[in-house]
């Protein structure tokens, strides 16, 4: 019983690889059925998405499996094996289970924290749980990655603040406004960036968008997409009154927007808060515009700042996270351990049983007249004897002792059970 | 027993305190439950107290300073927990329970004997204008509370220092300036009646409605501060911030003029 990890993610191999290697859906469950059947896999999960792809499996010998499974993969996907080998990472025993443990905390993702590798790592082990490919070990390997996951988000903050540029841009809106869905957003120009914003913010569902753009026909376009109204351009001032939310990023080569349009807007919009957002280089609104009261403007460097900040935090908390697998790998490690005594746990509760069952049978022969509470008395009676006999040693094992391969041979041989163990498998 | 039921509902505030404060940089529910229940328990004692005062003295107990100075925090305790119930804004707390716990401590330093009421002022405006009065005074301490978080909020918006655990904590912008507007709203037409209440009651105690008293002219300050936070803001605009930093003003007037008439010992007023 031995814990294997063989994968490959954003790190060591190329997307070209991983597109490759990748298991898509349709193929998946053949993928899952055939590494399962290999000789030397018992259990088999795998895990598949676009920035990684892992294979866990509990196998009797690593060396020999982490080979067949490598052959496996550059079969299956037909891909050249020594490419493979470059990009592939192997992890067994403890460090199998750390990685697993890092994975679903969203440890070793491309952007720490992120949220979808545990949903991923989850439906990954549904399948192969459904598909009857786990056992004992990687059912409770797989909860328990989860739960540790569930805990590193409870206790670290690594999963909070944004870290991308459109999610920072709603973070902040959500600062200012209580309800976005009650606010008017206008999409000032387009550009790549700004469309991003744009349909994040719109997923946050707002009232009303309002596009302007030089080209008329463009803003037309895009205000098609975004379910909004278009306007010319040289409208935007009039439009501003109305609008809450401005995503700014039109090419112009200097200030659209100036201080004293912005008090005339601010006037006529009776003080209303209003959130500027300013992604175009050269910045197309006059910073000073952030002094005027109720006015908060962001311009593409300040909106980095948050994220590269945010990262950093994460950063920190990841160590936090760190601490808290380590802690909960001594415990998982200590339950394997148990593993290896539980068969022969149950081989001496069984042989125990046999031999009351089989005395118990001769006497009640010899005295076939016995009254039922007498029958019942000595029964009881043998019971008793066999579990205070068996108490110690099944105490014993349990404990978890360093020459745990010693006393379970022991207890094997002094109590006769070597067969009782083999039939049992 | 009085006496006990105070000092009781004093230790739970100032645990309260203490856990409102480490709830700023902590992020456990538990601590918010905690600081809850302290609260809540404070809070019965304080009422209890209350009740007790009232049945022994025979009358509502706003009569001495140590009186008026507890059933004001009582008040301010009592909005938070209607605010509470509606807002969910649990970062009040940290806000409001120092400025409650230092009023408290503040009582429970002035002597506490119960004395016999002069006749000139057992009336049923006794009830109506304290109780008024000081419901009024609370809205506009929580506004304080309010006022302050916004600020706090405002300037790490302004200034583009987020991430910070407070800033995460405190709601938005808007939220905050709409319980600023709700309070003082509140506030307001309670501190109106109580100028009026309080007129007929001196009419009808002194055979006048105003007479220059100083707390007369401090209520009236403070009317007029309100009156323009009102105005200014549903003509000019004047929300957001302006709106914070004159709610912040507004109370701490409140507070001299609580304070500081009755260091002065003048006046009609003299056993608030």
Known sequence: MKIIVVGLNHNTADVEVREKVAFNESRLEEGLRRFRELPEVEEAVILSTCNRVELYANVKDTVKASESIKTFLSEFHDINRASLDKALYIHDDVNAIRHIFRVASSLDSMVIGEPQILGQLKEAFEIALEKKMTGILLNRLMKKAISVAKRVRRETRIAENAVSISFAAVELAKKIFTDLSEKVFMLLGAGEMAELAARHLMRNGVKEVIVANRSYGRACELAKEFNGRPVKLDDFLQEMVRSDIVICSTGAPHYILLKDQMQRVMKDRKQRPVFLIDISVPRNIDPKINDLDNVYLYNIDDLQGIVDANMFERKKEAEKAEKIIEEEIEPFLKWLSSLDSVPTIVALREKAEEIKREEFEKLMNRFPDMEEGQKKAIEYMASAIMNKLIHPPTVALKEDPEDKDLMIAIIKKLYGIEEYEKEGK | ?272
């Open chain 2, 1 to 272: 027993m009085g006496t006990i039921l105070f000092a009781l509902a004093l230790i739970f505030y100032f645990a309260a305190t203490i856990v409102s404060i480490i709830d700023l940089f902590k992020d456990k529910k538990i601590i918010s439950h905690l600081m809850f229940s302290l609260i809540a328990v404070g809070f019965t004692l304080h009422t209890a107290n209350i009740i007790y005062r009232y049945i022994a003295a025979g009358h509502i107990p706003i009569t001495n300073f140590h009186e008026s100075t507890s059933f004001f925090s009582w008040s301010i305790v009592l909005i938070f927990f209607i605010l509470q119930f509606r807002y969910k804004v649990t970062i009040l707390c940290s806000f409001v329970m120092p400025v409650v716990f230092v009023l408290m401590l503040s009582s429970s330093m002035l002597p506490q004997e119960i004395r016999p009421l002069s006749p000139v002022l057992q009336s049923y405006w006794l009830i109506i204008h304290t109780v008024v009065a000081f419901l009024g005074n609370a809205a506009f301490a929580l506004a304080f509370g309010v006022g302050t978080m916004y600020l706090v909020q405002e300037h790490y918006v302004k200034s583009k220092h987020l991430g910070g655990r407070i800033f995460g904590k405190l709601p938005s912008l808007q939220t905050l300036d709409a319980l600023n507007y709700e309070l003082i709203t509140l506030g307001f037409p309670l501190l109106t009646l109580a100028i009026i209440t309080g007129s007929l009651w001196a009419e009808s105690a002194w055979g006048s409605y105003w007479r220059w008293d100083p707390r007369e002219v401090w209520s009236l300050t403070t009317w007029l501060i309100y009156a323009i936070v009102l105005h200014a803001r549903l003509v000019a605009g004047w929300r957001g911030k302006r709106a914070a930093i004159l709610s912040i003003l507004g109370f701490l007037l409140i507070l001299a003029a609580f304070f500081g008439i009755k260091v002065l010992r003048q006046g009609l007023h003299v056993f608030l």
